[in-house]
């Protein structure tokens, strides 16, 4: 491994048990053979007012304390404070946590939740889940929503009761649209029914499957085909002049080079190593011509006992946003680092 990042991936490795990327092979965005649903209910909510919000949430909550459940709600730190507000003594009983910073990369989220469903086997849980809102980046925007189609092929076989927000005064209309695509059921003004639009389950919507926009026309390229040095010098060197610290850059050399090994590990041909940055992030991107079939890669700890490298499990942990599109032309992941990140807290 590259001198200087063998301590940063023990760490990582010791504390989230990192297994080696997924097998590639195929293509396609919908699970090749879709669990039967058990007592999962995904309710997309759909809401105008903090009035709406605040007595739907807290209601929702409310009733998972009043039936013994273990509850968790993952909201932005605002919508914390005032669903706190609303339950009173009652939010004792709940575990909340700051979405804009559990979700910051939403493939994070899946793990999280699947972690405290885990913490209390046999019980059916409790969420509310809000990782959709109106100041998210497009990209961002495009995971919050295949995370939430996710959730359906994640917990399939989950005895839960899991609870969506959206905003519907500031979120754009097809966000609202693909939320009725990724949502069994709907609740909007009191109301609640089948979603029409969800037709086929663990489908991932058009909007975030279709291929990434183009790189601008000034990135750097670099093709590869057996040794990294070259790219972990590239990433290096771009990360420094885009204005990263020592410890973010060394996790995106990290990143990049897990997944340019994955092309030596499962292609046979060159990949592709495409780097930008703007005043806000670094992104560094790979393409080869693998693929990967296994929608929910990346988003769920590995076991302890799984063996072999890094994965696309630490990619998603050190960056704060990966994008990632497969399918028979091959394979893109887009790594996407935050050049200056809120502080912890804010």
Known sequence: MWPGLRQRAIKWMGHYHLSAMPRRRGGGDVADSPAVAGALRHVGFFYQTEDDYASTVSGFLRDGLAAGEPTLAAVPPAK???VRDTLGADAQGIEFADMTRM????????PR????VGRHPGRRVRYVGEPLWASRSAAELREATRHEALINLAFANADAEILCPYDTTELEPAVIADA????PVLLSDGRQGLSPGYAVPFQIPFS???????????????MYRTDLSRVRALVLQHARTAGLTDARANDLVLAVSEVAANTLRHTRSHGT???WHDQDEIICEIHDDGTITDPLAGRRMPAPDAGGGHGLWLVHQVCDLVELRSDGTGT?????????????GG
């Open 180 to 183: 009725r695509l990724t949502h």
């Open 80 to 82: 914390v404070n005032l």
């Open 103 to 110: 979700g910051r990369n939403p493939a994070r989220i899946i």
């Open 208 to 222: 975030c499957s279709l291929p990434l926009p183009a790189p601008p026309h000034d990135a750097m390229s670099h």
């Open 332 to 344: 893109t992941v887009r790594m996407h680092m935050t050049i200056h990140p809120p502080l912890a």
């Open 113 to 116: 939740v699947l972690a405290f």
């Open 273 to 275: 190593l495409t780097i």
